[in-house]
């Protein structure tokens, strides 16, 4: 049986609910004071905690893996492998000054008072760059810190900017950037790592069939060749006959990356009654 750490409440938990789902494990949302849940159709059971708490629980095997931010894991300096990126909880570690401040470059940090909820990280990247400049570790609300006087600059998660803004601050550096993985302990058992295994398997399934698409489209078999070249599928795309004299469907799959590019070229081949449909699993 794999354990598996998950945020009990915060901006993962729903996420990382969801993409369980997707990979065809139900687990019930934590009530209040759920502590543990076992996993329906996986061998799997969760354990619901703060994320703060997620690297240490993994590194001393209370978890085999975990999903968790990579800000998170490298605050908590614990070794633990990083599986898989999953691709949310995207966001930015960065240095913001009041906004009336002046920023001449690194230089500028130097005997500052700087406001974090990330010490371990800010430290770091002072020595990297040789700034001395003085840490103020706060738990919440960090952005308030220079408006109250507590702290000259702050080092915190930026992700739309705007409370940064509404704050009066202005990003200067950016120190790292974060998205949620899956860690998973350095020393697994045969029987976890293969499990943990076929996770990653459903995972990836899942992840590339929201970034592809399934196409439809006729095209004039003169065209074809030069359409089957834009749309590789994930072998060799599928080419039907019509009865119309001449022509032909053609089913492939499209990257959602260049999904209008590719559609405008399409078009410009000759390509009519063009359908993309979602795909639900996508395996290779
Ligand atoms: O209770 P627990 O300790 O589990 O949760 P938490 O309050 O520590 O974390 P939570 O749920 O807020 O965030 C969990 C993880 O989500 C973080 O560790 C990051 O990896 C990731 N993440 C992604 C974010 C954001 N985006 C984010 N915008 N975490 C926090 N924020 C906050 C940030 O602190 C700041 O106050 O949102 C504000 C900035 O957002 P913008 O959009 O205004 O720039
Ligand atoms: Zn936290």
Not at 41 to 64: H, K, Q, S, Y
Not at 116 to 138: C, G, K, M, W
Not at 149 to 176: H, P
Request: hydrophobic content about 45%.
């Amino acid at each position: 049986m794999l354990t598996l750490a998950l945020q009990k409440k915060g901006r993962l938990s729903d996420t990382s609910l969801r993409l369980l789902q997707d990979c065809g494990i139900k687990i019930s949302a934590p009530r209040n004071g759920t502590l543990r849940a076992r996993a329906v159709n996986f061998p799997m059971e969760v354990l619901f905690l703060r994320d703060d708490d997620i690297p240490e629980c993994i590194a001393d095997g209370a978890a085999d893996c975990g999903i968790v931010g990579e800000n998170v894991i490298a605050e908590k300096k614990k070794r633990l492998s990083v599986e898989l990126p999953l691709g949310f909880g995207r966001c930015r570690l960065s240095i913001a000054l009041p906004r009336e401040k002046n920023y001449e470059g690194r230089a500028s940090l130097s005997g500052l008072r700087i406001a974090t909820s990330y010490p371990v990280i800010l430290q770091d990247f002072l020595e990297r760059h040789n700034i001395s400049a003085a840490i103020h570790e706060i738990s919440g609300s960090v952005e308030i810190s220079p408006g109250i006087g507590l702290a000259d600059a702050i080092f915190d998660i930026v992700s739309t900017g705007s409370t940064l803004l509404s704050n009066g601050l202005r990003e200067v550096e950016q120190v790292m950037t974060s998205q949620a993985v899956l860690a998973a302990q350095l020393q697994l058992s045969a029987d976890k790592r293969e499990k943990l295994n076929q996770l990653l398997f459903r995972i990836k399934a899942v992840q590339r069939a929201a970034n592809n698409k399934y196409i439809l489209l006729n095209a004039p078999n003169t065209a074809l060749e030069d359409v089957a070249r834009l749309l590789p599928g994930m072998n060799s795309p599928s080419v039907v006959p019509l009865a119309r004299e001449g022509w032909s469907s053609l089913h492939s799959v499209i990257n959602e990356d260049d999904f209008w590019e590719n559609i405008d070229k399409l078009k410009k081949l000759g390509a009519e009654g063009i359908l993309i449909i979602p795909i639900e699993k996508m395996i290779l």
